[in-house]
């Protein structure tokens, strides 16, 4: 019989929905019943993405007797963390806090009070490399909670009220100049791999933020060793096993220091954001392979990642059929010499091998392989490549496919309308900025209220009950000006605007200008959360600030400057210490001191063809964080076009920074030259 969870829209909690596990979702009326009954809460975290998550969900929350005994001693709360972004970051603080470590599954056993005692990751069903079993661990937490109530609850409490006191100094409220961005590319030249490419050693993550500051830094600057450590990284990614070599799109990150053998997974935001870099990068070096990467990491995620209601997904698992019926890590994509032989016939599958870093020995697990494009002397057919590569593909998509978490999360969305809108324009492929159309209008539709506030996820066309986390509102917003500037349609930046009055009105404290993850009027945890820190995606401060900056530069908003400035106070404290953990924070900055430019792009219709190439020059230019308006000069859709009149009848473009503007030109040439730094 299926449990609570079995009227919920998260995938995750729908894998969980046929558990003998008395599943609570987080809802006040979970932690009534542990007060009513007088037991400790269990609170499990994950996402549907998640291998381990799956692995102690079969060994332990599908076992009927570990089931009988959390339902008899606990209330069993589970979280996705995707859903609730902000139920994770307060309870993975404590764990890391506690531990020294954190990760999913999450464990931890909680009060009625939701006040944390103790806590874990992963536990398996019999003790095994140190670790107890999960069922030691619930019957040592239901010895204490039962014999030292009083030890729990100071326990509890000391934990509550040190996390209190980790406040963030906030380093002021003045934004990072030139001497703060070049100690922190010289601390990233420090942690730079110069063999393999990338920063710091395994498990390596695609470190797309900090490369966006990268070429960021050495658009305004002029710096080879930033360009050429964002080339070479970008380069050894797209040659690696991380890198889909048949089907496009990114996995999570590679177990090694030379971007080898992935963990399997495919998520939107890192697809989202790695299509955007590669595509900046492309727009800075003309790079072949940064385009071709670009583009077919865009086409994975329309082709593999829309879902029928116009957005896109979550993710891919990292786990599938491997035709016998065990699910298995990666076995969707590694191969052995003889599924290639299988596939092509002997001679396709020696050329396939030796292309693609295929071994007899392999370099994953039992003999199969991580498809790659290692370096090597002599030329291959690319037509026959390509056959080769089809023909994979063709065969590959007879193998039982990895799972999709099929819900929308805001904030990946308006990372991907963002990629999508700009790699369609750079590229000429309007079908890649109609994508980003109609998930943008997706996220109108159903994730906007009367009040213009966000609804964090929906699945199947029905909009979830979690609100909308800083994250959402900032990514969202930065989608909507990338379409902007892209469509030349008004209205884009106006729904921009209404997100982020929402930011300054309740996520921002007045005092310090210092940002928090939830609005001041969300549910009220044991900690309101604040991470200024870039992980997997920009943080929520980052991604507003950025946001921020650019609303300002396109409407010339007040208010909107002084808090972007503010917010990036906390770069200026962060960037030289640990800027591998602040990219997207950097790269704002770079805005900031680089204008950033305003272009407005005035003609006498979009379509017309000296307008549309003013309009793409002013795309394809590399001043960091530049704003493009285009239109007609009697147009109200954008206020950048206000009093730009054409030039001697010709379509103009008109150049500004810091309220100074150059001379408007007609001249793509031009326009060109004055948009690099």
Avoid at 185 to 196: F, K, M, S, V
Avoid at 349 to 366: C, D, K, P, Q, W
Avoid at 437 to 459: C, E, F, G
């Amino acid at each position: 019989m299926p449990n609570r969870l079995a009227h919920e829209t998260s995938p995750y909690l729908l894998q969980h929905a046929d558990n003998p596990v008395d599943w609570w979702p987080w809802e006040q009326e979970a932690f009534e019943e542990a007060r009513r009954r007088g037991v400790p809460v269990l609170l499990s975290i994950g996402y549907s993405a998640c291998h381990w998550c799956h692995v102690m969900a079969h060994e332990s929350f599908e076992d009927q007797e570990t089931a009988d005994y959390l339902n008899a001693h606990f209330v069993s709360v589970k979280v996705d963390r995707e859903e609730r972004p902000d139920v994770d970051a307060v309870y993975m603080e404590a764990v890391q806090a506690a531990t020294g470590q954190g990760g999913w599954p999450m464990t931890v056993f909680l009060t009625p009070d939701a006040e944390p005692f103790y806590f874990g990751t992963y536990f398996p069903p019999t003790p095994r490399s140190g670790m107890p079993s999960f069922r030691q661990v619930l019957e040592g937490v239901r010895s204490a909670w039962a014999d030292r109530r009083d030890e729990v609850a100071e326990v509890a409490g000391k934990i509550v009220r040190d996390l209190a006191g980790r406040e963030i100094s906030y380093g002021g409220t003045e934004a990072p100049g030139e001497q703060e961005l070049a100690q922190a590319l010289l601390g990233l030249t420090r942690e730079y791999d110069p063999q393999r490419g990338g920063f710091g050693g395994a498990p390596k993550f695609p470190p797309s933020m900090v490369i966006e500051f990268l070429l960021r830094h050495h658009a305004r600057t002029g710096s080879e060793g930033a360009l050429q450590m964002a080339q070479d990284t970008c380069e050894r990614m797209a040659r690696g096993g991380i890198y889909d070599q048949l089907g496009g799109g990114f996995a999570r990150y590679s177990v090694d220091r030379d971007w080898v053998i992935p963990h399997f997974e495919k998520m939107l935001y890192d697809n989202a954001l790695l299509c955007r870099m590669y595509a900046h990068l492309w727009r800075s070096t003309g790079s072949e392979l940064a385009r071709r990467v670009a583009l077919e990491t865009a086409d994975f995620m329309v082709r593999d990642l829309r879902t029928d209601e116009g957005g896109f997904a979550s993710a891919l698992d990292a786990d599938s059929d491997d035709g016998t019926g065990r699910h298995v890590e990666g076995a969707y994509y590694v191969w052995t010499p003889q599924q290639l032989r299988d596939a092509l016939g002997d001679d396709d599958a020696e050329l396939a091998a030796r292309h693609f870093g295929v071994t007899e020995e392999g370099t994953f697990e039992h003999g199969a392989s991580v498809l790659q494009l290692p370096q090597q002397d002599g030329l291959f057919d690319a037509e026959k490549i390509a056959s080769i590569r089809q023909r994979l593909l063709d065969r590959r998509a007879e193998r039982p496919a990895p799972g999709r978490d099929d819900k929308i999360v805001a904030a990946w969305n308006g990372l991907a309308i963002a990629a999508l809108a700009e790699t369609g324009a750079y590229f000429d492929r309007p079908d890649l900025v109609d994508a980003a159309l109609a998930a943008a209008d997706l996220l109108v539709r159903l994730h906007l209220d009367d009040q213009v506030r966000l609804a964090r996820t929906s699945k199947d066309g029905r909009s979830g009950a979690n609100t909308g986390v800083l994250e959402d509102y900032a990514d969202v917003a930065e989608g909507f000006l990338a379409l902007a500037s892209v469509t030349g349609e008004g209205v884009w930046l106006d729904f921009a605007g209404f997100l982020l009055d929402h930011v300054l009105a309740r996520f921002v404290d007045e005092a310090s200008g210092a940002l928090y993850d939830t609005a001041v009027d969300a549910e009220q945890l044991i900690r309101r959360p604040q991470d200024p820190t870039d992980n997997a995606v920009p943080s929520g401060w980052s991604a507003a600030a950025g946001a921020l900056l650019g609303y300002a530069a396109q409407t010339g908003a007040e208010p909107h400057r002084t808090a972007a400035e503010k917010a990036l106070g906390v770069v200026k404290a962060l960037g030289p210490r640990v800027p591998r953990f602040i990219g997207w924070g950097l790269a704002v900055a770079e805005a900031n001191l680089a204008g950033p430019r305003e272009v407005a792009i005035v003609g006498p219709s979009l379509d017309d063809g000296a307008t549309k190439a003013l309009h793409r020059t002013a795309l394809l230019g590399t001043a960091p964080g530049a704003v493009v308006a285009v239109g007609t000069p009697d147009s109200d859709e954008l206020p950048l076009l206000a009093d730009r009149p054409l030039v001697g009848g010709e379509p103009a473009a008109y150049v500004c920074r810091n309220f100074t503007c150059d001379a408007p030109t007609t001249d793509p040439e031009r326009l060109r030259a004055a948009l690099r730094s």
